[in-house]
Nanobody, 118 residues
Framework: QVQLVESGGGLVQAGGSLRLSCAAS????????MGWFRQAPGKEREFVAA????????WYADFVKGRFTISRDDAKNTVSLQMNRLEPEDTAVYYC???????????WGQGTQVTVSS
């Protein structure tokens, strides 16, 4: 079974930065697309960013373009999300995702809380 564990969340003031990391175990991530989603209280989970298996393609939600950067380090079996110029609207639980294209199955981490104060 694939295990995804997020870290790096916390409390930060508006305009600050955080770097989230996701460590995978049970399977190497080099052959899979990975991404980040978030869910704020009372709202549905939404897409934030994704990166394909060889880092050639990256995708970002419009509300984070220019502020967030996704990257992966297959040697360490991790994917990261650098978040800059954070806004109170970014407050949410952030989830790491591994997508298996062949089956459409998604693995999820437990989430890490990001709170941005005004």
């Amino acid at each position: 079974q694939v295990q995804l564990v997020e870290s790096g969340g916390g409390l930060v003031q508006a305009g600050g930065s955080l770097r989230l990391s996701c460590a995978a175990s049970g399977r190497t991530v080099s052959s899979y697309a990975m991404g980040w989603f978030r869910q704020a209280p009372g709202k549905e989970r939404e897409f934030v960013a994704a990166i394909n298996w060889n880092s050639v393609n990256k995708w970002y939600a419009d509300f984070v373009k220019g502020r967030f950067t996704i990257s992966r380090d297959d040697a360490k079996n991790t994917v990261s999300l650098q978040m800059n110029r954070l806004e109170p609207e970014d407050t949410a639980v952030y989830y790491c995702n591994l997508h298996v294209l062949q089956t459409g199955y998604d693995y999820w981490g437990q989430g890490t809380q990001v709170t941005v104060s005004s």
